[in-house]
């Protein structure tokens, strides 16, 4: 059993920064593919990044591409997304999940658990 939570969500002005932090208990994490979703009021949950157990292998979404990036640290037990170029368009609840693949995909349904979200706001 793994138990996500993140942080570090908040409001933020067009082109301003914020980095999500999500913690994860359990002595297994560094086992674990890790993703980052989100899902916008009236949308689909779309997955923004994923990273494989190692941090060696990572994906985007195109359209944020060259703004955020995921990274993790295995001895933290923690996986970060840092957002750059924030636009109003990336206002959303983020959810990081974790999946029992070494290598994650974008599918949802893959992922095993998920943490409660961080609301992201970002104003124009």
């Known amino acids: 059993q793994v138990q996500l939570v993140e942080s570090g969500g908040g409001l933020v002005q067009a082109g301003g920064s914020l980095r999500l932090s999500c913690a994860a208990s359990?002595?297994?994490?560094?086992?674990?593919?890790m993703g980052w979703f989100r899902q916008a009021p009236g949308k689909e949950r779309e997955r923004v990044a994923h990273?494989?157990?190692?941090?060696?292998?990572?994906s985007y979404a195109d359209s944020v591409k060259g703004r955020f990036t995921i990274s993790r640290d295995n001895a933290k037990n923690t996986v970060y997304l840092q957002m750059n170029s924030l636009q109003p368009e990336d206002t959303a609840v983020y959810y990081c999940?974790?999946?029992?693949?070494?290598?994650?995909?974008?599918?949802?349904?893959?992922?095993?658990?998920w943490g409660q979200g961080t609301q992201v706001t970002v104003s124009s």
């Open positions: 990273i494989s157990w190692t941090g060696r292998s990572t």
């Open positions: 359990g002595r297994t994490f560094s086992t674990y593919g």
């Open positions: 999940a974790a999946t029992k693949w070494a290598v994650p995909s974008s599918s949802p349904g893959q992922y095993n658990y």
